[in-house]
């Protein structure tokens, strides 16, 4: 196989392949949550569900003092790289050109040297929450190998991606067919590991404001 056929291969069955697993994974994880329902509340409501759910994503979004003073890189660190990852995915022109075709519809990037950049900033904050992961004791000792392949596939796409921009070591096709092969890894973990967070972290907090909230309780 060519490298441009390759290159062909992992933009076309490869990456249909990808989306119908993460795709068909998220439904069946939806479905899952969803389908395990609730006991109904039989006591009075002393508050409200919807406001105590909304309060709860404001406050969980935003570290309280002690907290940061806690944990700051921590903090620091994972705002920086899920910013960079919202940055690089869906602000780099060539990326929003594959959701046009999957969506239809379009918007406007970033120029590719500030989104190069900010792969750099991304990459050095998930290097650096790594080796947090490696000298924290307490960290270490509660990972696991599904901790450490999150880990790798998210920061896999950003180093192929940095090399095919750059055109650093290989042919073009071929470090772009790389890259996009990556990110189809990626896809595929998505649902079945614990990156699903990125569809349930939002659902779970405010599911659980809204039990508080309901009962009157700050989550």
Same mark, same amino acid.
Request: aromatic share 12%; glycine share 8%; no cysteine.
């Given at each position: 196989? #060519? ?9 076309? @069955?490869?990456?249909? *392949? ?15 949550i969803l389908l395990l329902g609730r006991k ?5 409501? %002393? ?12 406050? %969980?979004? =935003? @570290? ?5 003073? %806690? ?41 590719? *040297?500030?989104?190069?950049? #900010? ?13 947090? %992961?490696?000298?924290? @004791? ?5 990972? *696991? ?8 596939? *998210? ?20 470090? #772009? ?33 809204? =039990? ?8």
């Open positions: 196989m #060519t490298d441009v056929e390759f290159l062909l291969w992992v933009r076309g @069955p490869a990456f249909n *392949t990808a989306l119908f697993i993460m795709l068909a994974g998220i439904l069946v994880r939806l479905l899952e109904a509340n039989l006591a009075e409501a %002393r508050g409200s569900a919807m406001a105590g759910g909304l309060r709860t994503l404001w406050h %969980r979004s =935003i @570290p309280d003092r002690d907290t940061f003073q %806690r944990s700051g890189l921590v903090l620091v660190t994972g705002y920086l790289f899920h910013m960079g990852l919202f940055v690089t995915i869906f602000l780099f022109v060539p990326h929003i050109l594959v959701f046009e075709r999957l969506l239809g519809f379009s918007w406007t990037g970033l120029p590719s *040297t500030v989104v190069d950049a #900010t792969a750099v900033v991304t990459m050095v904050a998930l290097l650096t929450v790594f080796l947090h %992961r490696l000298r924290s @004791p307490v960290l270490r000792l509660l990972s *696991t190998g599904s901790d450490y392949l999150v880990w790798a596939v *998210t920061i896999l796409p950003l180093i192929t991606g940095w090399m095919a921009f750059n055109r650093v070591g290989l042919t073009a096709p071929l470090l #772009t067919g790389v890259h996009i092969l990556s990110v189809e890894l990626l896809m595929v973990l998505f649902p079945f590991t614990k990156l699903s967070h990125g569809f349930t972290l939002l659902m779970a907090r405010w599911y659980n404001g809204a =039990i508080a909230g309901y009962k009157g309780v700050e989550s």
